[in-house]
């Protein structure tokens, strides 16, 4: 990479491998494939292929609500959330990060969200979040093979009826030698984002990442975590008598007891915390000889 592409933005940084979603032929300047015409279009610095429908993210209510908030708060909703959310995340994703030169190595988020980790990230997601670089499908990514040295998937993999697709395209897009860090729930309650398809134990993790050289599996969020979820939603569940819209009402005040999660700094660490764990990450490498 030169240095005129690694001081840019990451959609800039990311100009030279962006190919056609569908049938993966280089792009030209407006970003049309010159062979099915498929095209993206550019808004800022945001480049859109696809996405979520509005009626998609309207669906769920709860993730109405989160949409909303989404919006409203924009790049400061990741702090908010770890503020009230009942889940403490342990430290792993800026580790990951800092083993890549970000100024020369290209690493992808796929399922961002509202989250930035780095300015030098590409943000890849489905809704048009302001910090979002290319909005698309994350099965079908307008990035060439071998393109990224490095994917970060936080809590997105649960949100998506096919994880093994979205899996198989990072391996596509990854380097030979590139790494991917992903986190995915364990035991936790049912959250749409649009929506929730299903849960991993750590053997289910090293399963779905079983063409990759998996480096490590670990408890990403501790047992104290996965407890004091399902006893939020329990106690909205009791006190709400049958009534959906009391429940509702009810789940934000559940959140006054989301500071216990804290206890996780020592419990997630106990040797058998996997049994019970919010949730796991892991760190798989696609192997040097590898090919797409």
């Known amino acids: 990479m030169t240095t005129a592409e690694a001081t840019g933005r990451p959609v800039d940084r990311a100009a030279a491998v962006l190919v056609c979603p569908s049938c993966r032929v280089s792009l030209d300047g407006s ?6 015409g498929t095209r993206g279009h550019r808004v800022g610095g945001q480049l859109r292929f696809a996405g979520f429908a509005d009626a998609e993210l309207r669906d769920d209510p709860l993730n109405r609500i989160k949409e909303r908030v989404k919006r409203s708060f924009g790049p400061v909703y990741p702090l908010a959330i770890q503020l009230v959310s009942p889940v403490l995340l342990r430290r792993f994703i800026r580790p990951f990060l800092a083993s890549f030169d970000l100024d020369r190595d290209l690493v992808a988020d796929l399922g961002s969200g ?3 980790y780095d ?7 489905g809704g048009t979040y302001a910090n979002v670089d290319i909005v698309g499908d994350l099965r079908t990514l307008p990035i060439g093979d071998g393109a ?3 994917i970060v998937s936080v809590a997105v993999l649960e949100h998506v009826p096919d994880p093994q697709a979205h899996v198989e395209e990072m391996w596509r897009v990854l380097r030979p030698g590139g790494r991917v860090l992903c986190y995915v729930p364990f035991m936790q309650p049912f959250h749409a984002s649009p929506y929730d398809y299903q849960r991993y ?3 289910g993790m090293k399963t ?3 063409r990759f050289d998996v480096l490590s599996v670990r408890v ?3 047992p104290t975590s996965a407890m004091l979820w399902t006893l939020q939603e329990w106690l909205a569940l009791l006190l709400s008598f049958g009534s959906r819209r009391l429940y509702r009402g009810l789940i934000p005040l559940m959140w006054l007891l989301s500071p216990v999660k804290f206890l996780d700094v020592l ?3 106990h040797p058998s915390a996997a049994v019970a764990a919010s949730g796991f990450v892991v760190e798989a490498r696609k192997p040097p000889e590898a090919r797409p």
């Open 119 to 125: 300015p030098r990230v590409l943000c890849v997601d």
């Open 31 to 36: 970003y049309t494939c010159a062979l099915c």
């Open 267 to 269: 419990l997630a660490r």
């Open 208 to 210: 779905l990442f079983g």
């Open 201 to 203: 134990t750590q053997a």
């Open 220 to 222: 990403g969020a501790g």
């Open 114 to 116: 509202t989250n930035r």
């Open 148 to 150: 990224l040295a490095g």
